[in-house]
């Protein structure tokens, strides 16, 4: 109903607005009429608003395409201004990435050096082809859209192929250890289970990301290292040194007629006669876990080297060493007597492993070719940085 009053109020001022209208005119004496209607003037006046609003809404709509336009420029130079600062970026990272190789380049340069003088010939040629041809899909495909990456794909090369010829060289003396184990009469494989059944320690994650894995080759590598480790603290670890300088052997292992009864009896180990105070030498190093007075064994000293490996020394005169304290190969017990159950000055001298005593003949006979092996692997063991456990050094 509002609309409707204020439609018709409208119109009333329109119609008040456009009455008819007579202009007279006069010339040479005569007076002229001329009428212009109401409608005629509201006609003109729609005219005019329309032509007027036609022209406003031309302008606008050109005011529009020009905002547009202008902000489809500046969208434009941004677009051209960043592209500019990639390629900027891209040319900077080509330049770090062609230094960043150049570095690594020079670095495997020294480590190829090191591992030809150490370890072995330089590659072959038909195993650097092989090497070429097992690179990483991943590595194929950036050198295929990033040319400048070439160099890192090479140098992945040649860094897989240091892994295999350090794996080749952890296998070779994995196995120079395993023979000199097997040398002393012991099983190798059964010495590094018992060097590795116990292990602990929170769970750290190599990496970040769950799905993350080392590279096979360097998986090979790691394995290789660590079986050479075991094995080579094993063979640290077995007693080689001589308990006495003395050669004098009284009575050797085995069954022999008891010196007090006269009955058979078994013999745990090897009697060294010699002079009183007579230097006692450790076998081979490691911690001692018992110095003192044992029943039949007089004044003794054990010492556990590991691995399930265990050395005594009896009848002793004196003894210069303490429970618990950690030693080497070559440190001086004590002294030689005759206490406890015996009939002379000796050295009662016993190797047992897990528990149960065996011939100490072997490790007493080791020949030079063995006790160099166990000289390269002794060197290793104590090269600064490396931990090493109270029981892997002799």
């Given at each position: 109903?509002?609309?409707?009053?204020?439609?018709?109020?409208?119109?009333?001022?329109?119609?008040?607005?456009?009455?008819?209208?007579?202009?007279?005119?006069?010339?040479?004496?005569?007076?002229?009429?001329?009428?212009?209607?109401?409608?005629?003037?509201?006609?003109?006046?729609?005219?005019?608003?329309?032509?007027?609003?036609?022209?406003?809404?031309?302008?606008?709509?050109?005011?529009?395409?020009?905002?547009?336009?202008?902000?489809?420029?500046?969208?434009?130079?941004?677009?051209?201004?960043?592209?500019?600062?990639?390629?900027?970026?891209?040319?900077?990272?080509k330049a770090s990435?062609?230094?960043?190789?150049?570095?690594?380049?020079?670095?495997?340069?020294?480590?190829?050096?090191?591992?030809?003088q150490f370890v072995?010939?330089?590659?072959?040629?038909?195993?650097?082809?092989?090497?070429?041809?097992?690179?990483?899909?991943?590595?194929?495909?950036?050198?295929?859209?990033?040319?400048?990456?070439?160099?890192?794909?090479?140098?992945?090369?040649?860094?897989?192929?240091?892994?295999?010829?350090?794996?080749?060289?952890?296998?070779?003396?994995?196995?120079?250890?395993?023979?000199?184990?097997?040398?002393?009469?012991?099983?190798?494989?059964?010495?590094?289970?018992?060097?590795?059944?116990?292990?602990?320690?929170?769970?750290?994650?190599?990496?970040?990301?769950?799905?993350?894995?080392?590279?096979?080759?360097?998986?090979?590598?790691?394995?290789?290292?660590?079986?050479?480790?075991?094995?080579?603290?094993?063979?640290?670890?077995?007693?080689?040194?001589?308990?006495?300088?003395?050669?004098?052997?009284?009575?050797?292992?085995?069954?022999?007629?008891?010196?007090?009864?006269g009955g058979s009896?078994?013999?745990?180990?090897?009697?060294?006669?010699?002079?009183?105070?007579?230097?006692?030498?450790?076998?081979?190093?490691?911690?001692?876990?018992?110095?003192?007075?044992?029943?039949?064994?007089?004044?003794?000293?054990?010492?556990?080297?590991?691995?399930?490996?265990?050395?005594?020394?009896?009848?002793?005169?004196?003894?210069?060493?303490?429970?618990?304290?950690?030693?080497?190969?070559?440190?001086?017990?004590?002294?030689?007597?005759?206490?406890?159950?015996?009939?002379?000055?000796?050295?009662?001298?016993?190797?047992?492993?897990?528990?149960?005593?065996?011939?100490?003949?072997?490790?007493?006979?080791?020949?030079?070719?063995?006790?160099?092996?166990?000289?390269?692997?002794?060197?290793?063991?104590?090269?600064?940085?490396?931990?090493?456990?109270?029981?892997?050094?002799?």
């Open positions: 109903m509002h609309k409707q009053n204020t439609g018709k109020g409208f119109k009333a001022r329109l119609d008040h607005m456009f009455t008819d209208r007579e202009f007279f005119m006069r010339s040479h004496g005569q007076v002229r009429f001329l009428t212009i209607s109401a409608t005629l003037q509201k006609r003109v006046f729609y005219s005019v608003a329309a032509a007027l609003a036609f022209w406003l809404v031309i302008t606008l709509a050109m005011m529009i395409n020009q905002l547009t336009v202008t902000g489809e420029r500046m969208a434009l130079a941004q677009k051209e201004a960043e592209v500019n600062s990639i390629e900027s970026r891209v040319s900077s990272y990435i062609e230094d960043v190789a150049a570095d690594l380049k020079q670095r495997q340069d020294v480590l190829d050096q090191m591992t030809e072995g010939e330089p590659p072959a040629a038909a195993d650097q082809k092989q090497n070429d041809e097992q690179l990483s899909e991943n590595t194929r495909k950036i050198s295929a859209a990033f040319p400048e990456a070439a160099h890192l794909a090479k140098l992945e090369a040649r860094q897989i192929l240091f892994a295999r010829r350090l794996t080749n060289a952890a296998i070779q003396r994995t196995e120079q250890a395993a023979q000199a184990i097997r040398k002393f009469g012991l099983n190798p494989d059964k010495l590094s289970n018992n060097a590795t059944n116990a292990m602990g320690g929170p769970l750290i994650p190599f990496f970040k990301e769950q799905n993350q894995q080392l590279h096979p080759t360097l998986e090979r590598l790691n394995l290789a290292l660590q079986r050479m480790d075991a094995l080579e603290r094993t063979l640290i670890a077995i007693p080689s040194g001589k308990p006495s300088s003395t050669g004098m052997i009284s009575s050797s292992y085995g069954y022999r007629r008891d010196p007090f009864t009896a078994m013999h745990s180990g090897m009697d060294f006669k010699g002079p009183l105070g007579q230097p006692i030498l450790a076998a081979a190093g490691g911690r001692v876990t018992h110095a003192g007075w044992k029943s039949g064994y007089g004044k003794c000293v054990e010492i556990t080297h590991g691995n399930g490996l265990m050395t005594r020394y009896a009848h002793l005169s004196k003894i210069g060493v303490a429970t618990g304290q950690k030693i080497e190969q070559g440190v001086q017990l004590g002294a030689m007597g005759s206490t406890g159950r015996s009939t002379g000055t000796h050295l009662h001298f016993e190797v047992r492993l897990n528990g149960r005593a065996i011939n100490p003949r072997p490790f007493l006979e080791a020949n030079s070719d063995v006790l160099k092996i166990k000289a390269i692997a002794r060197q290793r063991a104590k090269t600064p940085g490396r931990s090493e456990s109270g029981t892997s050094r002799g």
